[in-house]
């Protein structure tokens, strides 16, 4: 692509056309407390962009934005396999919220970015998203089978915990 366009805010549109490029649907939608934020997804999984930190001197442009994608969780995950994924990724952090995880990366273009820089980020992302699902598909089954030796072992059912599947979009 080879675009040294410096990005000084992040404008919606100007974001959008970037995503667009990189071969994403991407839809602004607009979210209570005026919270502006762009809709795509990957692999089938709904994300968003949400913008923050309005730049004081241009009206609609921020500093910062932060991908979200929101995955429904049915029992409970240990917080072990949360902290692993967040001890062994750089960019991406995972959350715990009732009924749900939340992983997001923030990005910010204070000081000055290019559009490359942005399309990076962007690349990043959906391989983060992409690495949560082949994370979950490798670490549910394994505590599946510790929960079903512990309910064999005393008797007694333990938290079932569901990996969503390609198929299924998370929660927006």
């Not at 913008?51 to 995950?77: H, I, P, W």
């Not at 089978?145 to 927006?172: F, H, I, L, M, R």
Request: glycine content about 6%.
């Amino acid at each position: 692509m080879n675009d040294t366009t410096i990005h000084h805010a992040l404008i919606p549109e100007a974001l959008r056309d970037i995503m667009s490029e990189a071969g994403y649907r991407v839809e602004r939608v607009k979210l209570p407390e005026e919270v502006v934020c762009l809709r795509s997804a990957t692999g089938g999984l709904t994300f968003e962009v949400r913008f923050a930190n309005q730049v004081t001197d241009q009206s609609g442009a921020y500093a910062d934005a932060v991908f979200q994608a929101v995955f429904q969780v049915e029992g409970e995950l240990p917080l072990e396999l949360i902290n692993k994924w967040n001890v062994t990724r750089r960019f991406g952090r995972l959350y715990v919220l009732p009924r749900a995880l939340l992983l997001n990366m923030d990005t910010s273009v204070l000081g000055g970015v290019t559009s490359d820089y942005l399309r990076a980020q962007i690349e990043i992302w959906d391989r983060l998203v992409q690495q949560f699902l082949a994370y979950l598909r490798e670490e549910v089954p394994k505590l599946a089978a510790a929960t079903s030796a512990e309910v064999g072992a005393n008797g007694t059912q333990a938290a079932k915990a569901d990996a969503p599947t390609e198929a299924e979009a998370p929660a927006a």
